[in-house]
């Protein structure tokens, strides 16, 4: 069962057709299910994505600048076959391609973290 805090997101979210309020207000959000690492068990929560093109969404593992990834990164590094649900539009789960890449150090990936806790596209330089 999510914290009271998601619950109540989870249910704006879907009684008013992926629309919330109050701190998300105009925030781009999506459900996210996963599978339990260790229950086997579907566990949904609100996520901010960012858009990549096509079908595809960027989905920052955060926590809120936290030290430890969210229950649901860990669940999706168990078990990467995900059901999500952005606005009015639910998608059938689908198996994940690869791991889900981790976004510092030397990481090769496209997003990095900045500080303020706002991620920005890496720039080709020289």
């Not at 619950?7 to 629309?19: C, D, L, P, S, T």
């Not at 701190?23 to 960012?50: C, D, I, K, M, S």
């Not at 860990?74 to 976004?103: E, F, I, K, M, Q």
């Amino acid at each position: 069962m999510p914290n009271p805090f998601n619950q109540q997101v989870i249910e704006e979210f879907r009684a008013h057709h992926g629309k919330v309020g109050g701190y998300f207000e105009g925030a781009r959000l999506l459900l996210l299910t996963t599978t339990g690492a260790r229950t086997g068990t579907p566990h949904t929560t609100p996520v901010g994505y960012y858009p990549d093109g096509g079908d595809r969404v960027i989905v920052i593992a955060s926590a809120g600048g936290a030290h430890r990834h969210p229950d649901w990164y860990r669940n999706l590094v168990a078990h990467p076959r995900v059901g999500s649900r952005a606005a009015s539009s639910p998608t059938t789960p689908r198996p994940s391609s690869s791991r889900a890449p981790s976004a510092t150090g030397s990481s090769p990936a496209r997003w990095r973290p900045t500080k303020g806790g706002r991620s920005t596209r890496r720039r080709r330089t020289g």
